[in-house]
Structure formats: structure tokens, C-alpha cells
């Protein structure tokens, strides 16, 4: 796949916010957020709903900007402007809100391939045979190949999510970001997506998950980010951050988190 190198300093952190706030309708939905998260991580960010999680990743894709304030700054790539087009391609994205757009009678190859020209379906666009064999090369990776025919409005909802994934790493961006990914899948959905998140993740290319739930965390994601109320409340390695007191603070109730093969559960609330 090509890459978007050009387009950034790969030598830069993917984030580097420092004392970052939004206010959006009034409020503030981030407030002084200072974080810094190297390209290649596998980071969770993890916390409540109404924990400003959205509004961090809305950010990082310049959806949302931060006042501008003395001692403020917010960095992707190490640069603080960007074409959004761009960033879109230095960044995969799938979100529950991008899931909403694609919810219409578009083939799965169709979703995949209008990625080239920043589009929802082709339309009179053509695909290069490039393109397509850089389709079909994603697709065979995230084991979708026999469902490229069929339409998003025929597919579940987890296989949907996986055509996204394709979409979003059809520029080969260093990082994917994902926004509450396994929200109405069922068990063996969530197997399945796991399972494929996991072979992302041992590519080589950064992950980057937003949650609510432990069980999202796959073993190989190594750090965790824990958000409450618009800030970052703790940071560092998994081991030390998903513990019965933390976890149970950050949610407002007693639990006990237990490990099953490398994933995290709360129990016990």
C-alpha cells in the first residue's frame, strides 16, 4: 500500500496536546487535556460515557478545535495545521458515526475503493485497476473477500465495521483510530472482530482504541488512557492500570477485573 509519509514527520509523535480545551454548546468537553502518543502505540482509551472520549478523537481529526490559549498547543504528525484530506489519509478512522454515512445500498468493494476519491460511493468515478487490486489485497487481509458484492444494507453489523476498516486503511496510514468499534455486536461478532484487530495490530500499524468496555482491550494494546469528565485521569501500562480500585473509581462502582487470556473483564458490579 502507498504510504502518507510525505505528508508528516514521522519521526513526530501522532499526539501532542498540552493543556487542550473545547468547549462545544457552552460546555467544556475536554478541559486543559495534555497527552502525547508516539506513532506505532497501541494505546485504549478508556472511561465512561460523557467522558469526553468523542470529543478527544474529534479533535486529534481536527472535527473539533481547542481555544487558543497561552501555553496551549495540539499537534498531529508535529504539525498544528493540516488539510483535513490529508489527515484522513495519515489517520484510519472508523467511528460509529462514519458507520451511519455508509449505511446505504453501496457494495462493499464500492466502500472500500470510493476511499480514492474521498467519497461516499463512486458515483461516474472509475477505479483504476490499482486501486482495485489494492482493494482486493485489504480485503483478503481482513478475511472479507466473499462479501465484496454484497450491500452494506445486507450486511451485519460487524461485517460492516470491517469493510470500514478496509476503507480506512486503503492510504496505509501508521495509525488506526477507532471510536466505540464493537458497539451492537454480538458474541461471535465480537470474536471475530478482535480476532482481526489483533492482525492489525501485529502489521505493524498503531492502534488506537476508544471504549467504554475492558473487554475491547486486546493483549496487544500495552497502555491504557483512562478519561473522566473531560480529562485524563491516568496513564501508563495496562498492568497497572486496569486494577479493581482504579477501574471501579473511574466507573462509580465496585468491581473486579480478572484477565482470561491476555483481555480484561470487570465483574462483581
Do not use: C
Request: charged letters at 25%; a neutral charge; hydrophobic letters at 40%.
Amino acid at each position: 500500500m502507498d504510504s502518507t509519509e510525505d505528508f508528516w514527520d514521522k519521526g513526530a509523535p501522532l499526539v501532542e496536546f498540552k493543556n487542550i480545551t473545547v468547549i462545544r454548546g457552552g460546555r467544556p468537553l475536554l478541559d486543559s487535556l495534555s497527552v502525547t502518543m508516539q506513532g506505532g502505540e497501541h494505546i485504549a482509551v478508556l472511561g465512561p460515557n460523557g467522558a469526553g472520549k468523542t470529543a478527544f478523537i474529534r479533535t486529534i481529526t481536527r472535527e473539533y478545535y481547542p481555544l487558543v490559549l497561552n501555553g496551549s498547543s495540539s499537534r498531529i504528525w508535529g504539525r498544528d495545521r493540516w488539510n483535513v484530506r490529508e489527515l484522513r489519509s495519515a489517520l484510519g478512522i472508523v467511528s460509529n458515526d462514519l458507520q451511519f454515512v455508509f449505511s446505504r445500498d453501496l457494495s462493499g468493494m464500492e466502500v472500500i475503493v470510493s476511499a480514492f476519491f474521498d467519497s461516499v460511493g463512486l458515483f461516474l468515478r472509475e477505479a483504476t485497476p490499482e486501486m482495485i487490486r489494492k482493494a482486493e489485497e485489504i480485503m483478503e487481509f481482513l478475511e472479507i473477500s466473499h462479501l465484496k458484492e454484497r450491500k452494506m444494507t445486507e450486511m451485519s453489523t460487524g461485517e460492516a465495521r470491517r469493510f470500514l476498516i478496509a476503507r480506512a486503511l486503503i492510504h496505509g496510514p501508521r495509525a488506526l483510530v477507532l471510536d466505540e468499534p464493537t458497539n451492537s455486536l454480538d458474541l461471535h461478532a465480537l470474536h471475530k472482530f478482535r480476532s482481526i484487530l489483533r492482525k492489525i495490530a501485529r502489521s505493524g500499524t498503531g492502534i488506537v482504541l476508544v471504549t467504554h468496555n475492558l473487554q475491547d482491550i486486546i493483549p496487544e494494546i500495552s497502555r491504557v488512557i483512562l478519561m473522566k469528565s473531560g480529562r485524563i485521569i491516568k496513564d501508563g501500562p495496562k498492568e497497572t492500570i486496569l486494577t479493581d480500585e482504579t477501574i471501579g473509581g473511574l466507573f462509580g462502582v465496585p468491581v473486579r477485573v480478572r484477565t482470561d487470556y491476555g483481555y480484561y473483564y470487570a465483574t462483581g458490579y
